[in-house]
C-alpha cells in the first residue's frame, strides 16, 4: 500500500524508450491478442475438430455429386483439402472484427489508441494473431488427411500456408476496417460480413465445382480474386508451385492484403472520433 | 503543461447539419495544478479531453501538450500523458496482471521492469490479489482502479482522467479518489479530470473549468467562483415576511429576494455577516425573526447564476446518454 509513497518512485525512470519500431510494436499487439487464446485450450481444440467435421460429413456428398465425372481431376480429397484450408481461413479472418467491435465498445481499445503504438501495428498484429490457430487447423487436417488418398506435397503446403497468411493478413484488415466503419451500428457487421461471405466463397468454386454451374458464374468468378487464391492453393497443395495459376493467385493475395491494409490504417486512424 | 488557443472541433453529421462541439476553447494549465473541467452532458468536455489526449484531430486551432503539439507531434504527447477513459482500458478476457505487463512493453520498458511496474502498481491501488483474475471478472470499482493503474504505468508527468467516477457508488468514489491523490502526490503529476458530479469538482479540483455549449464560461477556484458569481443564500422565518424582505433588501450585495408566507430568501455576498445584521434590523423594527439558516453555494449555484439553467437538470434528463455524444 504505502509503497509508492515509500520507495523512491521518482528514481524508477519515466520511461526512456528505444525507438520505436513497426515490427516491435506488432508483435506487441499479437502477443496480447494470442494471451487469451493460450488460457483457453478448450475453444482452440473445438476449432482444431470444426473442418475436420465438415470435411467428414461434406467430403462424401461431394463425391456422390461430381464423383465420378472429372471435374475435380483425379482425388475428391486433394481438390478438397486445400479448399476447406481456405474456407477455415476465410471465416477466421472475415470475423475477427467482431473482436474489435467489443473493444470499441468498453474502451479497450481507445486505451490502445492513446499508447505510442503505431497505428498500422494494431492492425497488423492483430490480422497476424489469426494466423497461429490456422496454422494448427492446417497442420490438424493434413495430418489427418494424408493416410485418405491426400499426397502431401511439403514444399507446396508449406507455400500454400503462406500465400493463405497473406490473404488472411488482408481480409482480417478488412473486417477489422468493416468493424470501425459501423461501429456505431454494431449489428450491421454480421450482416455485411454475411452477406458478402457466401457469395465470394459459392463464385469461387471452392465448395463445388464451377464447372458443373451455368456459364454466368463462371463469368462472375472471373472477377472475384478468391477463385484465383482458391486456384493457386490447389496448384500449391499439389506440388505444382511453378505455374501461372499460382502466379495469379499470390497477385490475388497481394493484392487484398494491400488494399485490406490501407483501408484498415485508415480506419485505425479515424476510429476515435 | 497545457496551453491551447482557440481551439475547436466540429462534427459533420450531415451534409446540412454540423455540430459545433468545441468552439474555440483558450485553457492554459500549470504544472502540478489539479484541473476539473465541469459542465453538463453535451458541452464539449469530453471532446476538448479527446482531442488534448490526440485521439480526435482538432478542427482548428492549436493545443501544446506536455510541451509538445497536438497535430504535429501526436506520437510524442502520447509517451508523456497518462489517460483515464470513460470506458474500462482493459480488454475482458485478459488478466488484470497481464493487461498492466503490456501497457509497460509497449510504453518501452522490457518484460522485466514491466513485470516489476506491475507489482508496484497492483500494490498501491489494492489490486494485487486480483492479479490473476480476468478482467471481466472485476467489480465496477476493481476495474476503476485497474483503469487508473494501466494510465499510470510509464509515470507520466501529466494525467488526464474523463470521468473518472461515474456509476460508482459513494464508497468506491471515495476509495478511487483516495488513490489517484495518493498517485498525484507521490509523481507530482498535473492532473486533468472532467467530472459532472458538483461535489467532486468542488472537494476534489483547486481549480473549476466550467464549460457550457462548447465554450470556457468560467475559472477560477470553486470558493472563488461560488463568492463571486453564486453569493450566500439566506432563509428566514418571521410572522411578517413582507416586512423582513423589506429589511433584507437593504442587506450588502441584496438580490432575488422572494419571500411568501412566513418564509423570506435573498441571495447576499456575505451570509454569515449579513445574517445577524438582519436580526438586529427585525428586533429594531418590531419584526422577528424565528428561525433562520445561511447556506453556502453549490458550483450548481455558480453554473446556474452563469446560464440560468441548473446542472442537476441535465444531469436527470441526460443521465440515460451515458457517453456524451458531442
Known amino acids: 500500500m504505502t509503497s509508492l509513497l515509500d520507495s523512491p518512485t521518482r528514481s524508477t525512470p519515466p520511461t526512456t524508450i528505444q525507438r520505436r519500431s513497426l515490427l516491435r510494436d506488432t508483435l506487441i499487439v499479437a502477443a496480447r491478442e494470442l494471451r487469451p487464446v493460450r488460457r483457453d485450450p478448450f475453444s482452440v481444440m473445438f476449432g482444431m475438430v470444426q473442418p475436420l467435421v465438415f470435411l467428414a460429413l461434406f467430403g462424401p456428398l461431394l463425391v456422390g455429386v461430381v464423383g465420378d465425372s472429372d471435374v475435380l481431376g483425379g482425388s475428391v480429397w486433394q481438390w478438397f483439402v486445400p479448399a476447406i484450408l481456405v474456407q477455415v481461413a476465410l471465416f477466421g479472418t472475415s470475423t475477427v472484427g467482431a473482436n474489435l467491435l467489443f473493444e470499441l465498445q468498453t474502451g479497450a481499445h481507445e486505451r490502445m489508441l492513446v499508447t505510442p503504438l503505431s497505428r498500422p501495428s494494431l492492425l497488423v498484429g492483430r490480422s497476424l494473431k489469426e494466423m497461429v490457430p490456422l496454422a494448427l487447423q492446417a497442420v490438424v487436417i493434413l495430418a489427418v488427411m494424408t493416410p485418405f488418398s491426400f499426397d502431401l506435397h511439403l514444399t507446396g503446403a508449406l507455400a500454400g500456408l503462406a500465400l493463405l497468411a497473406v490473404f488472411g493478413v488482408g481480409l482480417g484488415s478488412l473486417s477489422y476496417a468493416l468493424a470501425l466503419a459501423v461501429r456505431k451500428q454494431d449489428w450491421m457487421f454480421w450482416v455485411v460480413q454475411q452477406t458478402l461471405i457466401f457469395p465470394l466463397m459459392l463464385l469461387s468454386g471452392l465448395l463445388l465445382p464451377l464447372e458443373s454451374g451455368p456459364g454466368w458464374m463462371q463469368v462472375v468468378a472471373k472477377f472475384n480474386p478468391l477463385t484465383y487464391l482458391v486456384d493457386a492453393e490447389r496448384s500449391l497443395f499439389a506440388g505444382d508451385i511453378v505455374s501461372t495459376t499460382v502466379?495469379?493467385?499470390?497477385?490475388?493475395?497481394?493484392i487484398t492484403a494491400a488494399l485490406g491494409l490501407v483501408v484498415g490504417i485508415r480506419g485505425m486512424s479515424r476510429s476515435a472520433d | 503543461m497545457i496551453s491551447t488557443r482557440a481551439l475547436r472541433k466540429d462534427f459533420v453529421v450531415s451534409r446540412s447539419h454540423t455540430v459545433h462541439a468545441v468552439r474555440g476553447i483558450d485553457l492554459d494549465v500549470e504544472p502540478g495544478e489539479l484541473v476539473a473541467v465541469l459542465g453538463p452532458n453535451g458541452a464539449g468536455k469530453t471532446t476538448t479531453m479527446r482531442m488534448l489526449t490526440t485521439l480526435i484531430a482538432p478542427t482548428a486551432g492549436t493545443a501544446q501538450v506536455a510541451g509538445f503539439d497536438v497535430t504535429a507531434q501526436p506520437a510524442e504527447v502520447r509517451r508523456r500523458i497518462?489517460?483515464?477513459?470513460?470506458?474500462?482500458?482493459?480488454?475482458?478476457?485478459?488478466?488484470?496482471?497481464?493487461?498492466?505487463?503490456?501497457?509497460?512493453?509497449?510504453?518501452?520498458?522490457?518484460?522485466?521492469?514491466?513485470?516489476?511496474?506491475?507489482?508496484?502498481?497492483?500494490?498501491?491501488?489494492?489490486?494485487?490479489?486480483?492479479?490473476?483474475?480476468?478482467?471481466?471478472?472485476?467489480?465496477?470499482?476493481?476495474?476503476?482502479?485497474?483503469?487508473?493503474?494501466?494510465?499510470?504505468?510509464h509515470v507520466p508527468t501529466l494525467l488526464f482522467l474523463d470521468e473518472p467516477s461515474t456509476g460508482l457508488?459513494?464508497?468506491?468514489?471515495?476509495?478511487?479518489?483516495?488513490?489517484?491523490?495518493?498517485?498525484?502526490?507521490?509523481?507530482?503529476?498535473?492532473?486533468?479530470?472532467?467530472?459532472?458530479?458538483?461535489?467532486?469538482?468542488?472537494?476534489?479540483?483547486?481549480?473549476?473549468?466550467?464549460?457550457?455549449?462548447?465554450?470556457?464560461?468560467?475559472?477560477?477556484?470553486?470558493?472563488?467562483?461560488?463568492?463571486?458569481?453564486?453569493?450566500?443564500?439566506?432563509?428566514?422565518?418571521?410572522?411578517?415576511?413582507?416586512?423582513?424582505?423589506?429589511?433584507?433588501?437593504?442587506?450588502?450585495?441584496?438580490?432575488?429576494?422572494?419571500?411568501?408566507?412566513?418564509?423570506?430568501?435573498?441571495?447576499?455576498?456575505?451570509?454569515?455577516?449579513?445574517?445577524?445584521?438582519?436580526?438586529?434590523?427585525?428586533?429594531?423594527?418590531?419584526?422577528?425573526?424565528?428561525?433562520?439558516?445561511?447556506?453556502?453555494?453549490?458550483?450548481?449555484?455558480?453554473?446556474?447564476a452563469l446560464t440560468g439553467r441548473s446542472l442537476r437538470e441535465n444531469e436527470s434528463t441526460d443521465s440515460t446518454a451515458g457517453k456524451e455524444a458531442a
Not at chain 2, 85 to 95: E, K, P, V
Not at chain 2, 109 to 126: I, P, S
Not at chain 2, 172 to 200: F, G, K, S
Open chain 1, 247 to 254: 502466379l495469379w493467385g499470390v497477385l490475388a493475395g497481394l
Open chain 2, 82 to 153: 497518462g489517460y483515464v477513459g470513460q470506458g474500462n482500458a482493459a480488454g475482458h478476457s485478459q488478466l488484470a496482471g497481464d493487461e498492466l505487463t503490456s501497457q509497460g512493453v509497449i510504453y518501452g520498458l522490457d518484460r522485466r521492469a514491466a513485470k516489476r511496474r506491475t507489482d508496484e502498481l497492483l500494490d498501491g491501488l489494492d489490486l494485487t490479489s486480483l492479479a490473476r483474475r480476468k478482467v471481466s471478472e472485476l467489480s465496477g470499482g476493481q476495474r476503476r482502479r485497474l483503469d487508473v493503474a494501466m494510465g499510470l504505468v
Open chain 2, 169 to 304: 457508488d459513494p464508497q468506491n468514489r471515495a476509495n478511487l479518489w483516495e488513490h489517484i491523490l495518493r498517485m498525484r502526490a507521490a509523481y507530482d503529476m498535473t492532473v486533468v479530470l472532467t467530472t459532472h458530479y458538483l461535489d467532486e469538482a468542488d472537494s476534489m479540483a483547486e481549480r473549476v473549468v466550467v464549460v457550457d455549449h462548447g465554450e470556457v464560461i468560467a475559472d477560477d477556484t470553486p470558493e472563488a467562483l461560488k463568492s463571486r458569481l453564486a453569493g450566500d443564500r439566506l432563509v428566514v422565518h418571521g410572522t411578517d415576511s413582507r416586512r423582513l424582505a423589506e429589511l433584507a433588501q437593504r442587506l450588502p450585495g441584496a438580490r432575488e429576494v422572494r419571500y411568501a408566507d412566513t418564509r423570506v430568501e435573498a441571495r447576499v455576498d456575505d451570509g454569515p455577516s449579513a445574517l445577524p445584521e438582519l436580526i438586529r434590523a427585525g428586533v429594531d423594527a418590531g419584526v422577528p425573526i424565528t428561525s433562520a439558516q445561511v447556506h453556502r453555494p453549490t458550483l450548481d449555484d455558480v453554473f446556474l
